[in-house]
């Protein structure tokens, strides 16, 4: 049950912005590969933006980062270029785009002079507090990808979860711009947590289905 809607915006970011995008870059002559390539250097891009402090354009860039990223797939299919080394190429670039732009936070989390921020009461060292939530939101994200392509290995394909990598670049962006990043990577820590519990168990029950 898609409790979310998720399968009806992914039709409707497909009809509207993917195949459009992916027809705009046909005609400019570019391909899968390199549209996926060019993505990863936007996030790239993003990464040095926030880690010099200028949260508002890394957003905006990672944004832009994160459009080039969903019409490749879109790109390839449109020109009936889809190939495994293909997909592989993107699965690759995609973390590491995300990872680049988390290490990027992590840099300005060391550089950055929290004097002025807003301080909860319970949090006495804001920036051990910002880049270990960082640090968890990454290795969170990247377990609930990993477990996804784990299950794929193991013939079960799912996206269940409520952070999957769409939530993600959103919540990243979204956090960016706003400039209160850190708790929205508070939140895709916690709900990525949980996800990779949900995924884990969901991988287990269709693994006992199949073998019963």
Request: aromatic share 12%; proline share 2%.
């Amino acid at each position: 049950m898609d409790i979310f809607g998720r399968e009806q915006l992914r039709a409707a970011v497909l009809r509207y912005v993917e195949l459009p995008g992916a027809r705009f870059l046909h005609s400019l002559r570019l391909t899968p590969n390199s549209v996926t390539l060019m993505g990863f250097l936007v996030c790239v891009a993003a990464s040095v933006l926030a880690g010099g402090g200028l949260l508002l354009a890394a957003g905006i860039v990672f944004f832009a980062g994160s459009a080039l990223d969903l019409m490749d797939g879109a790109l390839a299919r449109l020109t009936n270029t889809v190939a495994p080394f293909g997909a592989l190429l993107d699965s690759v670039f995609d973390r590491m785009g995300e990872a680049a732009l988390f290490l990027g936070l992590v840099i300005y989390g060391l550089r950055a002079d929290f004097s002025d921020a807003y301080h909860p009461f319970f949090i006495e060292d804001y920036r051990l507090f910002f880049i270990t939530v960082t640090l968890l939101a990454l290795i969170f994200s990247q377990m609930v990808s990993y477990l996804r392509a784990r299950g794929e290995g193991l013939g079960v394909f799912t996206r269940a979860g409520i952070m999957t990598r769409t939530e993600r670049v959103v919540l990243l962006g979204i956090g960016l711009i706003s400039q209160q990043i850190v708790w929205f990577a508070l939140v895709i820590a916690v709900a990525s947590c949980l996800t990779l519990f949900q995924r884990m168990f969901t991988i287990r029950s269709e693994l006992n289905n199949k073998g019963s």
